[in-house]
């Protein structure tokens, strides 16, 4: 179980890792709301959690999100599982629970996953819908990377490290220490790094790197140009992960598919 801080202003996102246990063809034009509509889920019981997460180390809690937030909620995770190709995530995923408030190890987040359930918080603010669609990316690799880790060649992952550069302990040590902000710098960017929570975990580095492919494309191209040390060749083995999964995920981080934002 990973999880990610709500949404601060002006985008400078953060995020906090997982308790415990989870470790880690071009995209379909659309998606059947049928589809979608399926993994979506705005129950917020505790049964919707692994037992393991109920244990005080744990302590997970979650609030339901408001019914009138709900057809926004909707609307905007159709359009991030409109990325995927059809029938894909029902291979992968059980469901995708959207939550008004999500909080574990006391820390208040704003997403997390378990071994084949996403949970997503809806935030507010102008930049909602970017950091909603980046989450839900995030949390989706997450499960992926979890089912399927041959398919990512960590030792060429690794191999983008500056030389003495370690990942921290875990995601929410970062958070505690004030090193989490997802959103990236010309120093993080130097290190081969979207940003600093990507410092976390090799898990957190390849979710971001996720996340950007999907909602970010032109940016991560970008990026990937300007250094390509570590950029260059994170974004490949993260095109190379989706590409060996589903041959449909051909055109994923490709500069046309469609972003979230209007900025790339």
């Not at 710098?185 to 975990?201: C, N, R, V």
Request: some cysteine; overall charge positive.
């Amino acid at each position: 179980m990973r999880a990610r801080l709500l949404l601060p202003a002006l985008l400078c996102l953060a995020a906090c890792s997982t308790p415990t246990g989870s470790r880690r063809g071009a995209p379909a034009p659309t998606t059947p709301a049928s589809t979608t509509a399926g993994l979506v889920r705005f129950d917020a019981d505790a049964g919707i959690f692994p037992r393991r997460w109920h244990r005080p180390a744990v302590d997970v809690r979650a609030t339901a999100l408001a019914p009138a937030r709900r057809g926004e909620a909707r609307a905007w995770l159709d359009a991030a599982l409109a990325k995927y190709p059809p029938g894909f995530l029902a291979q992968h995923v059980q469901a995708i629970h959207v939550l008004g408030a999500l909080r574990f190890r006391g820390v208040d987040a704003g997403g997390s996953n378990s071994r084949r359930r996403a949970y997503v918080v809806m935030p507010q603010g102008h930049a909602a819908r970017i950091y909603f669609e980046r989450v839900v990316h995030a949390e989706i690799s997450s499960i992926l990377l979890r089912r399927r880790p041959d398919l990512l060649d960590e030792a060429a992952w690794r191999r983008c490290l500056l030389p003495g550069a370690r990942y921290g302990s875990t995601g929410a040590a970062a958070v505690r220490h004030g090193v989490a902000g997802t959103w990236p710098t010309e120093w993080t960017l130097k290190q081969g790094f979207l940003y600093e929570y990507g410092m976390s975990s090799l898990e957190n580095d390849f979710n971001s790197y996720a996340s950007f492919a999907f909602t970010h494309p032109r940016k991560l191209l970008l990026y990937a140009a300007r250094w390509p040390g570590g950029v260059g060749p994170k974004r490949a083995n993260t095109l190379l992960f989706y590409r060996a999964l589903d041959p449909r995920f051909a055109s994923l981080g490709e500069p046309d598919l469609p972003s979230v934002d209007l900025s790339d």
